[in-house]
């Protein structure tokens, strides 16, 4: 057996592994519950809640997560959603279908061959919804606004539901400064397009101004699950500028309107790439800043599909931008199976030196 499949067995059984393990850890839970009753779950245990929660939402009955098309009077959502761990999002409902099939084998779960996984929010023709066991997986369409609506409605439902400490994830692509494309960036720091770690809220006409502030750990454990030789490209960390537009606050010489000259763009690529700017997309802000703010753990995971010092123009063949889209995916799968599985006792859970903000 040569080297390469020896080491791919040994992975394959390590995996088998911690998969059996980890299902007679929940198995024997089980037995503690249908011995002790649910009261073995004392709500006291779960010591984890969500920082900054609007205080009217108690009085809401039933809530209406309008964009997702659910309810709490009709919907229990402790039942359907308690499990949840994860929560996914990314730009297309395509891509997170595809993800939440793809999650389904990568964490030992089987879907028979008759099942599909359901849209749960079909019916709102906003975004896309699905539950891989304990992984949620949404699109959030383009933009700041967009996800920031996707966003409220999330963080109630992982509150309705009483998820525990539930990670979320952006997985998506970009634009890289200097990267081969393909690259993908893990986000440290997200800013907008002045440059400011933060995303600006209105509020009754005065501009607020939210820290986009990232769990570095997390940034962290998920660049120590890369491997470029094996994976055949490369995992970067990077700060990543976060534009309310495609074109113009891109710096794109190829929108409708340029009010700059290409020296002027190259310019501008190079003075971000300076500040440690690796890529440029259009949500990082608000993912990161809602998140914070809720002081729920957060990663932006893009891969970069053009290098904007080559050009504007996304002009890599479809089926490459299919890998690519894989990339970040594959990556984040590596931290939910170890997470699920513990395989790895060095996973740090949250960690006490990652800023989050104060709870009231
Ligand atoms: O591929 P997604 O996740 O949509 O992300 C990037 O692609 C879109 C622009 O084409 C923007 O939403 C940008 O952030
Ligand atoms: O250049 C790019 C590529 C993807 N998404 C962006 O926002 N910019």
């Not at 709490?72 to 761990?85: C, I, S, W």
């Not at 779960?109 to 008759?114: E, Q, V």
């Amino acid at each position: 057996m040569g080297e390469k499949c020896q080491k791919s067995v040994s992975k394959n059984v390590c995996d088998l592994k911690a998969m059996v393990n980890a299902q007679n850890r929940r198995i024997d839970e089980l037995i503690r519950y249908i011995k002790d009753g649910c009261s073995a779950v004392n709500p006291a245990d779960l010591n984890w809640t969500i920082c900054n929660l609007n205080p009217y939402i108690e009085c809401l009955n039933p809530d209406i997560l309008y964009h997702l098309t659910l309810d709490t009077k009709t919907t229990d959502f402790p039942k359907v959603f308690g499990d949840v761990r994860f929560v996914c999002l990314g730009g297309t409902g395509d891509r997170m279908n595809k993800f939440a099939n793809f999650i389904i084998g990568e964490i030992g779960l089987t879907l028979s061959m008759a099942v599909q996984l359901i849209d749960i929010s079909a019916g709102g023709h906003r975004y896309a919804l699905y539950k891989a066991g304990p992984v949620l997986c949404a699109s959030h369409g383009i933009g700041g606004p967009s996800i920031s609506i996707l966003l409220h409605e999330l963080i109630k439902l992982v509150y309705h539901a009483k998820c525990q400490d539930p990670v979320f994830f952006r997985l998506g692509t970009s634009g890289g400064i200097g990267l081969e494309p393909g690259t993908v960036v893990i986000t440290t720091q997200a800013l907008d397009s002045q440059l400011r770690p933060a995303y600006e809220v209105v509020v009754h006409t005065k501009p607020q101004l939210w820290p986009t502030t990232l769990n570095q750990t997390l940034a962290k454990e998920l660049s120590s699950l890369s491997d470029p030789c094996e994976d055949g490209y490369d995992t970067v960390l990077g700060k990543t500028l976060s534009a309310n537009d495609f074109y113009v606050e891109q710096s794109r010489l190829d929108g409708a309107f340029c009010m700059y000259t290409p020296q002027k763009k190259m310019c501008f690529l190079q003075q971000i790439s300076k500040m440690g700017v690796a890529n440029m997309e259009m949500e990082s802000t608000a993912f990161a800043a809602i998140l914070h703010q809720a002081g729920i753990r957060a990663a932006v995971v893009c891969v970069t599909i053009v290098n904007r010092n080559d050009g504007d123009q996304i002009d890599t063949p479809p089926d490459v931008l299919k890998q690519f889209d894989l990339r970040p995916q594959i990556l984040v799968a590596r931290y939910m199976r170890k997470v699920l599985f513990k395989c790895d006792e060095d996973i740090v859970e949250g960690c006490p030196c990652d800023p989050v903000p104060e709870c009231n």
